[in-house]
């Protein structure tokens, strides 16, 4: 993922201002910044759902629109509304949506392909389930497992731990790891202890983007940033 020179604007309203943002194979990268800094209107630009006002995005070495099947996008769980009677096995079906050929019954190699996607995020168990059914921890593992469903090669995460207890937090982290191999990832926190443990680099975006490798992140130059206190825990795994 490539983003060079990115400016963006609401109105008259600067929100990324000369944004350069590199993201290389089997990377994962922390997105850390203030409410109101730039991060889910970045996420949006790396999408295709907004298009900057000077500057270039390339995922994949193409444009937003046409890399968008290979990208894996959870949203903030706040976002996703559970009522709604529908099990867990397809709601991960939805991610396998940009794969299909035909319409109909689905074929037993993505029924197949999203059986191995449910064990790797661990919820297997939880297969034949409603939604409604689930905890916040349960129901954000679904979410990332449809988004895996797709087979993406850039995976991106809003606050993926945002609803989950520190065990949680650790377990999901572990698995980001793990997918880190074979994908990029891209993860949106406010735990900078999580990130700093888990991640190759730190990226701080307040309008601006700063990029810090992990070992060089500190309290005081993120405070120096941000001008607030932010969560620096570190968590022993």
Request: net charge positive; hydrophobic share 40%; with cysteine.
């Amino acid at each position: 993922m490539d983003i060079r020179g990115v400016t963006f604007r609401y109105g008259e309203q600067v929100i990324l201002d000369d944004v350069d943002f590199q993201v290389g194979a089997r990377e994962i990268v922390g997105l850390i910044g203030p409410n109101g800094g730039g991060k889910s209107t970045l996420l949006k630009l790396i999408l295709g759902l907004h298009k900057p006002a000077a500057g270039c995005v390339r995922v994949l070495g193409r444009t937003p629109k046409a890399a968008a099947r290979h990208i894996g996008y959870v949203p903030q769980f706040a976002n996703f509304v559970k009522r709604f009677p529908i099990r867990v096995e397809d709601v991960v079906l939805m991610g396998r949506q940009g794969r299909r050929r035909q319409w109909g019954p689905w074929p037993r190699a993505d029924r197949e392909a999203i059986g191995a996607v449910l064990e790797e995020v661990g919820i297997s168990h939880l297969r034949r389930r409603h939604i409604d059914a689930l905890s916040g921890g349960q129901l954000q593992r679904v979410l990332i497992a449809r988004a895996l469903a797709a087979e993406p090669q850039l995976l991106l995460l809003d606050e993926p731990t945002a609803s989950v207890d520190s065990d949680g937090e650790r377990s999901l982290f572990e698995l980001f790891n793990r997918l880190a191999n074979r994908m990029s990832v891209v993860v949106i926190s406010h735990d900078l202890g999580f990130i700093s443990d888990y991640v190759d680099r730190v990226a701080c975006l307040n309008r601006k983007m700063i990029v810090h490798d992990t070992e060089t992140l500190t309290a005081e130059s993120i405070e120096r940033l941000y001008g607030e206190n932010v969560q620096m825990i570190h968590h022993h795994h």
